[in-house]
C-alpha cells in the first residue's frame, strides 16, 4: 500500500453499484470490506437470490457483510475492524450516523443527477420522464438528511431523444464509476472543494423531487400530450414500465408499453382511442395527437414489437382501453 491509496469499504446492492466497486478494485485503493443486503426469495421458486454486489465480493474474494440491521453492535464493531480511511455508497440504503461517521475521511455517496436536482430513488426515470435534455452524476459526503450532503465532485451527461431509463443507467453506471475513482484520487491527494448544495440553490431554482415509483405511478394518462406520454414511456422503459389497462372481449387486460413514438397527425378522435389495422401498426390518441406504439407485452406473454403482437392477438379491433 502505498501513501496515495485508500482503505475502502464499499456498500452498494445493483448491478449499478458493481461498476463503481469494479473500478475501485482495480485502481491503486484498497477495498478491506464490502457490504450489501441479506440474500432475498426471488422468482417462482422463491429460492434465495445474492445482489449483483455480493456476487462480485464472493468471485473477487473481497471480505464480505450482509447485515439485516444496520445498528446492529456486532455489524458495527466488524465494520470498524476494517480499518478504513473512507466508505463509499453506491445504490444501497439510508445509513444511520453510527455507520457513516466511523471513517476518518468521511462516508461519500454516488448518486444518479445533478445534485441537489433529482433527490431521491428514482432519479434516472425522474430526469427522462420531466423532459430533461442532460443530466449527470454526483458524488457528495453523506449527512444527516438524504442527498443533501456536500458535493464532491460532478460529471454532466446528455440525456438524448433516443435514450430509456434503460441505456441511461448504464451511461450513468459507466461515468459514476470513473467519477467514484477520481474522487477516491482526489480525497487521497487531498486536494477536495466541498461544495454545499445550499450554494447551487438560487431563488429561480425550482428543485424537482424523483422519490420511488409505484405501481400505479406506471399508469399511462392518455389525456396528456404526446410528447409527454412518449417521456412517460421512455423514462419507465424497461423498469418498471409504463403500463394502459383495456377491454377484450369483456376481458380486462394490461398492457405494458416499453417503446412508442410520436406521429406529426392530428386527429379530432378523443383521447385514449386505439387504431390498428390488426396486422402492422397499433397507434392510441392523445391530447394533441397520436402516437405509435413499437413495442409492447401482455400480462402473461413476452415482451414483443408490435407486428408480433398483432399477429398472435386475435381481433385486435376490439381491444378498447379503459379510462
Not at 188 to 217: H, M, R, S, Y
Not at 299 to 309: L, S, W
Request: hydrophobic share 40%; glycine share 6%.
Amino acid at each position: 500500500m502505498n501513501n496515495n491509496s485508500l482503505k475502502i469499504v464499499f456498500m452498494g446492492t445493483p448491478e449499478f453499484a458493481v461498476a463503481s466497486l469494479e473500478a475501485i478494485h482495480k485502481s491503486r485503493h484498497i477495498i478491506k470490506g464490502v457490504v450489501t443486503v441479506p440474500d432475498k426469495p426471488a422468482g417462482r421458486g422463491k429460492k434465495l437470490k445474492a445482489s449483483a454486489v455480493k456476487e462480485y465480493a464472493v468471485s473477487n474474494n473481497l471480505p464480505l457483510l450482509q447485515p439485516e440491521k444496520l445498528k446492529n453492535p456486532d455489524f458495527l464493531s466488524a465494520l470498524a475492524a476494517f480499518d478504513a480511511d473512507v466508505f463509499v455508497v453506491v445504490a444501497f440504503r439510508m445509513l444511520p450516523e453510527q455507520v457513516w461517521a466511523i471513517p476518518p475521511k468521511g462516508t461519500f455517496n454516488l448518486h444518479a443527477s445533478l445534485l441537489p436536482q433529482y433527490r431521491g430513488a428514482a432519479p434516472i426515470n425522474h430526469a427522462i420522464i420531466n423532459g430533461e435534455t442532460r443530466t449527470g452524476v454526483t458524488t457528495f459526503f453523506i449527512d444527516k438528511e438524504i442527498d443533501t450532503g456536500k458535493i464532491i465532485m460532478q460529471k454532466e451527461v446528455e440525456i438524448t431523444a433516443t435514450d430509456n431509463a434503460g441505456s441511461l443507467h448504464d451511461k450513468l453506471m459507466t461515468e459514476g464509476a470513473s467519477l467514484t475513482v477520481t474522487t477516491l484520487d482526489a480525497i487521497a491527494g487531498g486536494n477536495i472543494e466541498e461544495i454545499p448544495q445550499e450554494k447551487l440553490i438560487t431563488p429561480d431554482t425550482v428543485l424537482k423531487p424523483a422519490p420511488k415509483i409505484f405501481k400505479d405511478d406506471c399508469r399511462i394518462d392518455w389525456n396528456k400530450n404526446s410528447d409527454e406520454i412518449i417521456n412517460f414511456i421512455r423514462g419507465l422503459s424497461p423498469y418498471p414500465v409504463a403500463f394502459t389497462e383495456a377491454v377484450h372481449k369483456n376481458k380486462k387486460i394490461i398492457l405494458k408499453i416499453y417503446g412508442a413514438t410520436a406521429l406529426k397527425e392530428k386527429t379530432a378522435v378523443p383521447p385514449g382511442k386505439i387504431i390498428t389495422d390488426g396486422e402492422k401498426y397499433l397507434k392510441i390518441t392523445t391530447a394533441d395527437g397520436i402516437i405509435d406504439i413499437k413495442e409492447l407485452q401482455i400480462q402473461g406473454k413476452k415482451r414483443m414489437p408490435v407486428k408480433d403482437f398483432l399477429n398472435g392477438f386475435r381481433q385486435p379491433e376490439n381491444l378498447e382501453l379503459i379510462p
